[in-house]
C-alpha cells in the first residue's frame, strides 16, 4: 500500500460510498462491542473498567443503529477476541483502534451529516485512551517501554488491517488516496502521543 502525503484537508467520499460505510461500521461497531467486552476481564484501572463498561452501551447502540440502517443483523462470535493481557499493551491497543475508527467516522458524518452523534462518541473515546496513554508514559519506565513497544507492533499491522476495511467496490476509485490519508493521520496521532519517535512510513 503506497502512503500519499499527507494534508489537513478533509477527504470527502460521494454519496455513492454511503452503503459502503455504513457496511463497514456494523463490521467495526460489532468488533469494537466484543474487543471492550473482553477488555472488561483484563486486569485495568479502576477508572477504565468504569469507561468501558459506558463503552460498551455506545457500541451496543451503535452497532444497534447501523443493523437497522442496513436492514440486517451483525454475526454473533461464540468466543470474544484475544486482547492484550497487560493494561499498558492493552491502552495502545484501545487507543489504535479507536482512532481508526475516528477516521472513518469522519467520513461518515460528512456523507451523512445526521451520524455526526457517532463521530463525537469516537472523539471521546480517542480521548479518553489518549489520556490514559500519557498517564502510562509519563509513569514507570517498564510500563512506558512496553506501550511504545506495543505501538510499533500495532502500526507495523495497521496497513494490512486499513487494506481490509477499504475493500469494496464504491471504494476503490479512491482506495489509496484514502488510505494515505488515514494512515498519515494516525501516524501523527501516535507520534503526537509520543508513542512513536518518528514517522515510520516513507
Known sequence: MTREPSSTEPFHLPPSCETALLERFLKAEAMALWTVRSSQLQDVPPNVLIFLQRHEADERDHLAQFESLLGCRSHERE?????PKQWPALAVHLFGYEALGLEFALLLADVRPDLSSI???ERAHVGF????IGKILSGDSI??????ASARAWWS??????????????IEPFRSSLAGRILSSIER???EAKLLRTPLLD
Open 157 to 170: 499491522k495497521l496497513p494490512r488491517t486499513l487494506d481490509r476495511y477499504l475493500k469494496h467496490e464504491a
Open 189 to 191: 496521532r501516535l507520534i
Open 129 to 132: 485512551f489518549e489520556r490514559e
Open 119 to 121: 463521530l463525537e462518541d
Open 143 to 148: 510500563a512506558a517501554e512496553q506501550a511504545r
Open 79 to 83: 468466543r470474544l477476541p484475544s486482547v
